[in-house]
């Protein structure tokens, strides 16, 4: 959700009135308590977290707490012989991801637009498209181990997750694109080719980012539930270690790490969005 | 040069339709949108199109550039039929349909790159355009920052970069409020008359049509054929033509008006 704000005063030189200062208190004010209020109910997550274990309300085996968190991660920093550190873990699944969404966008982009140049190999495809986007892909995560080895299958997974929603997304934006639009293209005689390049995908550069979004996430999953099944490294392969040997230390550790690698991307994006649109 | 509409001179006429005809076709069966058209017009000559809507106006805008084939007949420039667009064919859209994500001067460039004409040339081109239509200082704005009117004048250089020798108006004032309207009409007659553009303006405006074009074609609802074809002349002292806003005000104004109005048979339904 992008929000308006600080929208210009329209054509005033005028000294800005009382009443209009005073709005813009209002507005300040507004915005701190709802930080206020996110920040305080974060707060109160991480509190309830340490004191229920602590007070055995409920087990700290299955929890752990959010003051062991640290302690284990500068723990599982040093690389032991058994244990590459937490460090070469981490960097493994963004390692990952990042390859995931990239082939997930760029096979995305080529197929949607295959798509859009063939109307009819759409309208063959297209129920095979919304099945494969309907199906679990996870269920396939033994049968990837099997075709594609150990490291290849996290990768398959995360491009089975994110492929199919991509290319549906994509190819609607095209579909979108302004007829009009297309109509002055071809006023000046232009070819398919730069109707696609010059019209249609330009004018879905949103829609990209849209894609872009999803994909991070959804690249994300599947790199950690490959990692579930076949490796021996990435933050994936550390819950399921941690959940084995019963440590909810080390479990909860790689969770929060997850938690802040995909605020971190999920920034990055808003970050290019911004970029973009400011653009525009 | 207005009205040597004759068939026989060794020149051909600069845009000429031979019994063109148009069907679409539908799952619900198929309908016919022109019949039978047949129009001859010269270098040079300024002609608008009335009829309702839905009476095949844009279509015949669409045929003769290019984008549209007819089912019937023949659409000929300079004597050579068309077989789609042509570089010697403008066509100014009823929206300015500017591409947001380019700045004013890469959007009135578009025509020139999907041409393949010489970029330089091309962008001092639509450079000297904007800046004659006082749009010099925003260059390089975006299309958002542009007023209505603006941007309708960006379309309208735009269609001009690539130097067409016929330009096509379907309805381009009529996304436009009243005032500005009136502006930029009599603005762009007096641009496609000062270099000497054969154009055709397609509107429903009775007005618009008396006052912009030097003849005057009504089509009657579908299938759209022609109903009438008529010079419209106006007396002055020595024999300029008009600016669309001075023609509004002669007394040929109302006489031309109510012909055409009946002519349309426009009825009023509920």
């Known amino acids: ?280 | 040069m207005v009205g040597s509409r004759s068939n026989t001179s060794a020149v051909p006429p600069k845009l000429e339709l031979r019994d063109v005809a148009l069907r679409y076709f539908g799952r619900e069966g198929e309908t016919e949108a022109l019949r039978g058209i047949s129009l001859s017009i010269a270098a040079g000559e300024f002609v608008a199109i009335i009829g309702q809507s839905g009476c095949g106006k844009s279509t015949l805008l669409s045929l003769i550039s290019g984008i549209l084939r007819p089912t019937g007949g023949a659409v000929l420039i300079d004597g050579r039929p068309v077989a789609g667009p042509s570089r010697k064919v403008g066509y100014m859209l009823q929206q300015d349909y500017l591409f947001e994500w380019r700045t004013i001067l890469e959007n009135a460039v578009l025509g020139a790159e999907i041409q393949g004409l010489d970029m330089a040339a091309a962008r001092q081109r639509a450079t000297a355009l904007l800046t004659r239509y006082g749009l010099g200082q925003f260059l390089n704005h975006r299309p958002r920052q542009l007023s209505g009117g603006m941007r309708q004048r960006v379309a309208l250089a735009r269609t001009l970069v690539t130097e067409p020798d016929i330009v096509l108006l379907d309805e381009p004032f009529s996304a436009l409020d009243s005032q500005t309207r009136l502006a930029l009409a009599d603005e762009v007659a007096d641009i496609l008359r000062r270099e000497r553009k054969t154009a055709i303006l397609v509107t429903h405006d009775i007005g618009e049509a008396i006052g912009m074009a030097e003849r005057v074609i009504v089509l009657s609802r579908r299938p759209g054929q022609v109903k009438s074809d008529r010079p419209i002349r106006f007396a002055t002292p020595n024999g300029a033509r008009l600016s669309p806003l001075a023609a509004r005000g002669t007394p040929e104004f109302n006489g031309y008006f109510n012909t055409l109005w009946q002519e349309l048979e426009v009825h009023v339904e509920g």
């Open chain 1, 1 to 280: 959700m992008s929000k308006v704000e600080g929208a210009p005063l329209i054509g005033q030189s005028l000294a800005p009135s009382a009443e209009y200062l005073a709005w813009l208190r209002a507005e300040r004010r507004d915005q701190l308590t709802v930080r206020g209020a996110q920040l305080a109910l974060l707060l109160v997550f991480l509190v309830l977290w340490e004191v229920l274990p602590r007070a055995q309300i409920i087990n700290p085996l299955f929890t752990s707490y959010p003051s062991a968190l640290w302690p284990t991660f500068v723990e599982l920093l040093q690389a032991t012989p058994q244990q590459a550190s937490i460090l070469t873990h981490t960097w493994s699944t963004v390692l990952a991801t990042v390859v995931g969404f990239t082939a997930a966008m760029a096979l995305g982009i080529a197929i949607a637009a295959a798509l859009w140049w063939w109307q009819g190999l759409y309208r063959v495809l297209d129920p095979y498209l919304v099945v494969a986007n309907a199906m679990p892909k996870t269920a396939f995560v033994p049968i990837f181990y099997l075709w594609l080895g150990a490291s290849l299958s996290i990768y398959g997974m995360s491009l089975a997750i994110s492929l199919f929603v991509t290319v549906l997304m994509i190819y609607n934006g095209f579909q979108g694109t302004d007829p009009n639009k297309v109509k002055l293209a071809q006023t000046f005689g232009a070819s398919k080719a730069q109707i696609l390049t010059k019209v249609v995908l330009p004018g879905s550069v949103p829609t990209l980012i849209a894609a872009l979004k999803v994909n991070v996430g959804l690249s994300l999953v599947g790199v950690v539930v490959g990692e579930f099944q076949s490796a021996n490294l990435g933050l994936g392969y550390l819950i399921q270690y941690g959940s084995q040997i019963f440590k909810l230390n080390i479990v909860m550790t790689a969770i929060t790490i997850l938690a802040i690698v995909s605020s971190v991307m999920y920034l990055a994006i808003s970050w290019l969005e911004a970029a973009v649109m400011r653009r525009r």
